[in-house]
């Protein structure tokens, strides 16, 4: 009886070695890079898996919280989310409130949910209840407020961009209270980090002090990091190549937005392909996102749903060229609930599995790459704008 005791518990132990030695081995193939290097990621990033296309949702909607049943079914196809500028507004009369009810509701569903809080570092969107002054009735009325902001030089007036009134980020005072705002914001609405929109800091209102004002978008940033603390994410948009040097050192995640279609040019997509790359072996996440092919602001079909689902094929196409460990797809034709996040995409569902490897461009100058995955086999052509992804039978 001793015996078979010893047996059973030597053979419970090789059997754990073994599943611990397999789930070693199946680490090592999700977290390897293209270079064949391994991806190093934080102990505060979400779960990355191949097992089908790893995606990253955005959305708001000022009108309304989200149903349960919207929950549910964005919960079953990602866990790495943000809440858009707006969201809740007119239901619970602040966007913080908005982000909190939901970060609430996806914990719920999945505990392991990560859920980003946004903030503009160069609009002041009047959403949250923390920079609902920032109109130009109550700015012209709070002369403290108004030295947040930037003036138009040709006009005089203050600057604005789509509604919105510019913050300075050469203020710092302006720093302190963003800084401690968005932490506050990130806290308040049981966040697991935050989303920075715009990079720039205004420069094309003072384009004699574009290197002043990068050093302050990066200590702006680096603080906010910090005050947010080691275990929180902090995503900034578009801060890669020379669009923003001074915040990508101290950014967790980084988006590749492509708003408009010459963003995803044959060469900006080829470019973005090796920044992804150097972001993985940076051990930073990376967002590629592609809005669908042939819209964009104030050009949108009627029937943008359906056109979505034509379009899908290229877009995740050029997504899985150049995907490393940690590289998420986001697809959508615009920011709010109904642009995208609540489509159901069969083809983002199918069994993907790692990359066997690096894509390959056919020919030195030519514009067609291929990639093999273990359950999918890309071609993209990024001239034509043609693709065809193999999946697996």
Same mark, same amino acid.
């Given at each position: 009886?001793k015996?078979?005791?010893?047996?059973?518990?030597?053979?419970?132990?090789a059997?754990?070695?073994?599943?611990?030695?397999?789930?070693?081995r199946?680490?090592?193939?999700?977290?390897?890079?293209?270079?064949?290097?391994?991806?190093?990621?934080?102990?505060?990033?979400?779960?990355?898996?191949?097992?089908?296309?790893?995606?990253?949702?955005?959305?708001?909607?000022?009108?309304?919280?989200?149903?349960?049943?919207?929950v549910?079914?964005?919960?079953a196809?990602?866990?790495f989310i943000?809440?858009e500028?707006?969201?809740?507004?007119?239901?619970?009369?602040?966007?913080?409130?908005?982000?909190?009810?939901?970060?609430?509701?996806?914990?719920?569903?999945?505990?392991d949910? &990560?859920v980003?809080f946004?903030?503009?570092?160069?609009?002041?969107?009047?959403?949250?209840?923390?920079?609902?002054?920032?109109?130009k009735?109550n700015?012209?009325?709070?002369?403290?407020?108004?030295?947040a902001?930037?003036t138009?030089?040709?006009?005089?007036e203050?600057?604005d961009?789509?509604?919105?009134?510019?913050?300075?980020?050469?203020?710092?005072d302006?720093?302190?209270?963003?800084?401690?705002?968005?932490?506050?914001?990130?806290?308040?609405?049981?966040?697991?980090?935050?989303?920075?929109?715009?990079?720039?800091?205004?420069?094309?209102?003072?384009?004699?002090?574009?290197?002043?004002?990068e050093q302050?978008?990066?200590e702006?940033?680096?603080?906010?990091?910090?005050?947010?603390?080691r275990?929180?994410?902090?995503?900034?948009?578009?801060?890669?190549?020379?669009g923003?040097?001074?915040?990508y050192?101290?950014?967790?995640?980084?988006?590749f937005?492509?708003?408009?279609r010459?963003?995803?040019? &044959?060469?900006?997509?080829?470019?973005?392909?090796?920044?992804?790359?150097?972001q993985?072996?940076?051990?930073?996440?990376?967002?590629?996102?592609?809005?669908?092919e042939?819209?964009?602001?104030?050009?949108?079909?009627?029937?943008?749903?359906?056109?979505?689902?034509?379009k899908?094929?290229?877009?995740?196409?050029?997504y899985?060229?150049?995907?490393?460990?940690?590289?998420?797809?986001?697809y959508?034709?615009g920011?709010?609930l109904?642009?995208?996040?609540?489509?159901?995409?069969p083809?983002f569902?199918?069994?993907?599995?790692?990359? &066997?490897?690096a894509?390959?461009?056919?020919?030195?100058?030519?514009?067609?790459f291929?990639?093999?995955?273990?359950?999918?086999?890309?071609?993209?052509?990024?001239?034509?704008r043609?693709?065809k992804?193999?999946?697996?039978?």
């Open positions: 009886m015996r078979l005791f010893i047996f059973m518990l030597v053979y419970a132990i059997a754990a070695l073994g599943v611990a030695e397999g789930r070693s199946l680490d090592q193939r999700s977290l390897r890079i293209s270079d064949g290097s391994i991806f190093k990621p934080q102990r505060f990033y979400p779960e990355f898996s191949w097992d089908t296309t790893p995606r990253y949702f955005m959305f708001g909607d000022k009108n309304r919280l989200l149903t349960p049943e919207q549910e079914f964005i919960a196809q990602t866990d943000c809440i500028k707006s969201h809740g507004l007119k239901s619970l009369g602040a966007a913080e409130l908005g982000a909190k009810h939901e970060a609430a509701a996806f914990k719920k569903v999945n505990p949910m &990560k980003l946004y903030f503009n570092a160069a609009y002041a969107w009047p959403y949250t209840s923390y920079n609902k002054g920032f109109t009735e700015v012209e009325e709070n002369p403290k407020l108004k030295r902001l930037v138009n030089p040709k006009t005089g203050l600057a961009r789509y509604g919105a009134l510019c913050y300075d980020v050469l203020n710092p302006f720093r302190r209270w963003w800084v401690n705002t968005v932490a506050k914001g990130v806290e308040e609405a049981g966040c697991d980090g935050a989303f920075i929109d715009q990079m720039h800091g205004n420069v094309e209102f003072r384009k004699d002090k574009k290197e002043e004002i302050a978008m990066g702006m940033m680096k603080a906010l990091k910090y005050k947010l603390g275990d929180k994410i902090l995503l900034a948009n578009n801060a890669y190549g020379n923003a040097p001074t915040v050192p101290v950014s967790d995640a980084i988006m937005e492509n708003y408009a010459v963003k995803s040019s &044959k060469e900006s997509l080829l470019a973005e392909w090796g920044h992804m790359l150097q993985a072996q940076d051990g930073k996440i990376s967002v590629f996102r592609l809005g669908v042939g819209t964009w602001r104030g050009h949108m079909q009627p029937n943008m749903p359906e056109l979505s689902q034509e899908a094929e290229f877009a995740l196409a050029c899985l060229i150049g995907a490393q460990p940690y590289s998420y797809f986001l959508s034709w920011w709010k109904a642009t995208g996040p609540l489509v159901e995409y083809e569902k199918k069994p993907l599995g790692p990359p &066997k490897g894509y390959k461009r056919t020919t030195p100058d030519g514009w067609e291929t990639r093999e995955f273990e359950h999918a086999s890309v071609w993209v052509n990024t001239e034509t043609e693709a992804i193999t999946w697996e039978e």
